[in-house]
């Protein structure tokens, strides 16, 4: 399966600390997707960085990969209450458009 | 001008009955999913339609139908409806390529009475 698996199912922090989360995944793939989905609202997507690149940065946000590891990890820096909500990595099953989600961390961030 | 919409937000319904939900992009996107989030958050693909036609159909009860009449809409209808068929079902959409983010509708919470 190509499911990636997050680490850890739920992380709480204060405001102002940086919260990890980590993705780890099964096959080779050509990129890596993370995407944060607040309480009862869709999924939306966050950033994509592909096999060829190590890092990332959008914002607050960076993303690494490592392919020799298959694993990727999503930091979040000087962290906001707005923050709060479940961030999912996806992976996108070969040949096509569509992705398979992990099961998700659930981040709380406390005033 | 929301991107992804579907309809309804909620839908409470007793067994056995047939519902639709409804999906709309304005996104010129040319490819649509079906998702299905369960209580523990697990989302996993239905449908996905490309075109109008079906390009990946994972091994959902036949019981569920996706039907596209073009390539913005992309309606889901669930005949004889079963307990387990409660959980969040999200419409989302993109471009044909496995690297495109994909857009979310904000989900229908089906509740089986």
């Known amino acids: 399966s190509q499911q990636g698996e997050e680490d850890p199912q739920a992380l709480s922090i204060q405001e102002g600390e940086n919260a990890t989360m980590n993705c780890s995944y099964k096959?080779?793939?050509?990129?890596l997707q993370w995407y944060r989905q607040n309480s009862g609202r869709g999924l939306v997507h966050l950033i994509l960085i592909r096999s060829n690149e190590r890092e990332k940065h959008s914002g607050r946000l960076r993303v690494t990969l490592d392919t020799s590891k298959k694993s990727s990890s999503l930091l979040i820096t000087a962290s906001r209450a707005a923050d709060t909500a479940s961030y999912f990595c996806?992976?996108?099953?070969?040949?096509?458009?569509?992705?398979?989600f992990g099961k998700g961390t659930m981040l709380l961030v406390s005033p | 001008d929301t991107a992804v919409s579907q309809t309804p937000k909620y839908l409470v319904t007793q067994m056995g009955n047939d519902k639709s939900i409804k999906c709309e992009q304005n996104?010129?996107?040319?490819?649509m999913y079906w998702y299905k989030q369960d209580s523990k958050k697990f989302l996993k693909i239905m449908f996905s339609?490309?075109?109008?036609?079906?390009?990946i159909n994972e091994t959902v009860p036949n019981r569920f139908s996706p039907k596209s009449p073009d390539k913005a809409h992309l309606n889901l209808h669930i005949n004889s409806l079963e307990l387990g068929d409660s959980a969040v079902y999200f419409c989302a959409s993109s471009l044909d390529r496995e690297d495109q983010p994909q857009h979310f509708g904000d989900g229908t919470r089906l509740s089986i009475l």
């Open positions: 996104l010129g996107h040319d490819t």
């Open positions: 339609y490309n075109n109008k036609e079906l390009i």
């Open positions: 096959t080779s793939i050509n990129n």
């Open positions: 996806a992976i996108p099953n070969s040949g096509y458009s569509t992705l398979t």
